[in-house]
């Protein structure tokens, strides 16, 4: 495995090691044990999105394991002013050791592997989110146990969230149910893959979805860049593709719920269960705090890095 480009083009093993090194890091940082894996290394970090928590999370991800992280905006890089995603991705591969990217096409993160010679990450693209979902599944294995088997329901738009949960969970041996409204399914090329999937189903009625579910997904009405489609998906979304009480009625007991922003800004959860949410989505088993994002953008970079035939870094 050289880079994370999306959950499709991860094998199930490659998801496996990546959560289990994960584990093993997060042990690690815990308990102190250094593992500066990545000494002398520099990851280049461009942002045609902005993101808090993803600057953060992988600044300090790099910084525990020994390399540094370098900030990149549209700004900073000839990317911006034209040049060619081609020649961005070569001149790049002499400077740096690996690239997370966050941007609108995943046609770029796609270019940057081809003509580059360094692993690529994607940290978010309008298509895919694999790192976040990364971290979602490490939680719900924190919590739960296991993976496989259990009942993964999502509710909301078919975003790039949405398409990251459907793949990322049928790939862990999940059950996967989504609801969404008519007009903002999932991509198609995520649910021509789902299809082959017995374990996958697609509602437009959030309640048949979310019946005997395990663990329940919301995310944002109007992503990144929909603002203007904010007041007009607030009518076709509000009401309905919500997390409620009578939601979390149909599902199974202990079922936990997640959103992959916050609650009270997007308004996918009701008042009811904001607080609820606020408290179980982001704690371990242990209920010890657990920075979603954080922990699979720190593995997903080990782990290529590790992997790749192009890198020195032994993983072992």
């Avoid at 895919?128 to 971290?135: E, G, T």
């Avoid at 076709?236 to 009480?245: P, W």
Wanted: charged share 20%; with cysteine.
């Amino acid at each position: 495995m050289k880079h994370l480009l999306s959950l499709l083009s991860t094998t199930p093993g490659e998801i496996s090691d990546l959560l289990n090194l994960a584990d093993q890091l997060k042990y690690e940082n815990k308990h102190g044990i250094a593992h500066q894996r990545l000494k002398g290394q520099t990851l280049g970090m461009i942002f045609q999105k902005s993101s808090t928590r993803t600057r953060v999370s992988f600044e300090t991800g790099m910084y525990q394991l020994g390399g540094q992280a370098l900030f990149l905006s549209n700004r900073d890089l000839q990317i911006g002013r034209g040049e060619p995603i081609q020649d961005t991705a070569r001149v790049l591969s002499r400077y740096i050791d690996g690239i997370m990217i966050r941007t609108f096409e995943q046609s770029e993160v796609e270019a940057l592997a081809k003509y580059g010679s360094i692993p690529i990450i994607n940290g978010l693209t309008d298509f895919c989110h694999p790192c976040q979902v990364l971290a979602d599944l490490m939680t719900v294995r924190e919590h739960k146990g296991h993976l496989d088997g259990l009942k993964m329901c999502y509710i909301g738009d078919g975003n790039n969230m949405a398409n990251s949960l459907i793949v990322g969970g049928l790939k862990t041996g999940m059950q996967v149910s989504v609801a969404c409204p008519e007009g903002y399914r999932p991509d198609s090329r995520v649910l021509d893959f789902a299809n082959n999937y017995a374990g996958f189903s697609m509602f437009t009625e959030p309640m048949e979805a979310a019946s005997g579910a395990d663990v329940i997904f919301t995310d944002v009405w109007a992503s990144m860049g929909q603002e203007g489609e904010a007041e007009e998906r607030k009518k076709i979304f509000g009401g309905k593709y919500q997390v409620n009480k009578e939601l979390l009625a149909v599902a199974n007991s202990g079922c936990r719920s997640s959103a992959n922003t916050l609650p009270v800004r997007t308004m996918r959860y009701t008042a009811a269960v904001s607080a609820r949410v606020g408290r179980q989505a982001n704690r371990s088993s242990s209920g010890r705090a657990v920075p979603l994002r954080k922990a699979s953008n720190r593995a997903a970079w080990k782990m290529l890095t590790s992997t790749a035939a192009s890198t020195a870094v032994p993983m072992r």
